[in-house]
C-alpha cells in the first residue's frame, strides 16, 4: 500500500440555531489518499488479494487518528471510498466493506454498530458527504448526520481516497422524540 498524503479535518461547533452547543460538538475527519490496488488492471474478478494487502493496514492508520483527533470519547462514526475516475466504485467498496477494515474503527471505539458508508467515483477535489450514526445503537437518531468533505487535489484517476469520519456527540441542539415513541 502506498499512501500519497494523509489529511485531517477537525470542526468544532460552537453555536447552533442561536444558542450556544455546550458541550462543543466536535466531528474529526481522516482521510487517506492511497494507489488503488486494482488500477491498470482492466477487469479483476477476484479482489480478494488486493483487499488482503490493503484493507487492514489502512484501516490501522486510520482508525487511531480519527480517536487522537476527536480529543473525546466518540459517539458516532462513518466511513467513506471516493475512487478515481481510472478506478471502480466496487474498488473503494472493496476496502472498506470488509471488518479487515471496520474492525480496527470498531475496536478504538468500543463501538458495536455497522459503520454507515459513502462510495462514489469522482475527480480531484470531488465534494462527498460521510454518513454518521451512533457507535453501539443505530436507531438512536440524534446521531444520524453527515460531514461533509473535499481534498482539493485527490483522487487522482488512480487513486482512492479513503475516509473514517467521528463524532463526540449527536447534532447539536436535536430535539427530535425518541424513534420508539412514534407509532
Same mark, same amino acid.
Request: aromatic share 4%; no cysteine.
Given at each position: 500500500?502506498?499512501?500519497?498524503?494523509?489529511?485531517?479535518? &477537525?470542526?468544532?461547533? /460552537? =453555536?447552533?440555531?442561536?444558542?450556544?452547543?455546550?458541550?462543543? %460538538?466536535?466531528? $474529526?475527519?481522516?482521510? *487517506?489518499?492511497?494507489?488503488?490496488?486494482?488500477?491498470?488492471?482492466?477487469?479483476?474478478?477476484?479482489?480478494?488479494?488486493?483487499?488482503?494487502? &490493503?484493507?487492514?493496514? /489502512? =484501516?490501522?492508520?486510520?482508525?487511531?487518528?480519527?480517536?487522537? %483527533?476527536?480529543? $473525546?470519547?466518540?459517539? *458516532?462514526?462513518?466511513?467513506?471510498?471516493?475512487?478515481?475516475?481510472?478506478?471502480?466504485?466496487?474498488?473503494?467498496?472493496?476496502?472498506?466493506?470488509?471488518?479487515?477494515?471496520?474492525?480496527?474503527?470498531?475496536?478504538?471505539?468500543?463501538?458495536?454498530?455497522?459503520?454507515?458508508?459513502?462510495?462514489?467515483?469522482?475527480?480531484?477535489?470531488?465534494?462527498?458527504?460521510?454518513?454518521?450514526?451512533?457507535?453501539?445503537?443505530?436507531?438512536?437518531?440524534?446521531?444520524?448526520?453527515?460531514?461533509?468533505?473535499?481534498?482539493?487535489?485527490?483522487?487522482?484517476?488512480?487513486?482512492?481516497?479513503?475516509?473514517?469520519?467521528?463524532?463526540?456527540?449527536?447534532?447539536?441542539?436535536?430535539?427530535?422524540?425518541?424513534?420508539?415513541?412514534?407509532?
Amino acid at each position: 500500500m502506498r499512501i500519497r498524503k494523509v489529511t485531517t479535518i &477537525v470542526e468544532e461547533i /460552537l =453555536g447552533e440555531g442561536g444558542r450556544e452547543v455546550d458541550p462543543t %460538538a466536535r466531528v $474529526a475527519v481522516v482521510a *487517506a489518499v492511497i494507489d488503488n490496488p486494482w488500477a491498470g488492471e482492466g477487469f479483476v474478478e477476484d479482489l480478494a488479494p488486493g483487499i488482503d494487502a &490493503v484493507a487492514s493496514d /489502512l =484501516g490501522a492508520v486510520l482508525a487511531p487518528r480519527v480517536m487522537e %483527533a476527536l480529543g $473525546a470519547p466518540l459517539e *458516532a462514526y462513518g466511513k467513506a471510498a471516493i475512487v478515481g475516475i481510472d478506478g471502480e466504485i466496487e474498488h473503494g467498496s472493496a476496502l472498506i466493506h470488509t471488518l479487515k477494515f471496520g474492525n480496527h474503527f470498531r475496536d478504538a471505539a468500543n463501538a458495536s454498530t455497522l459503520l454507515p458508508a459513502v462510495e462514489k467515483r469522482g475527480l480531484a477535489g470531488a465534494t462527498f458527504d460521510i454518513p454518521l450514526k451512533h457507535f453501539t445503537d443505530a436507531t438512536i437518531r440524534s446521531h444520524h448526520q453527515t460531514t461533509e468533505v473535499r481534498i482539493a487535489d485527490a483522487p487522482h484517476p488512480h487513486e482512492i481516497v479513503i475516509a473514517l469520519a467521528g463524532a463526540t456527540r449527536g447534532r447539536p441542539q436535536q430535539r427530535l422524540a425518541d424513534l420508539s415513541t412514534e407509532r
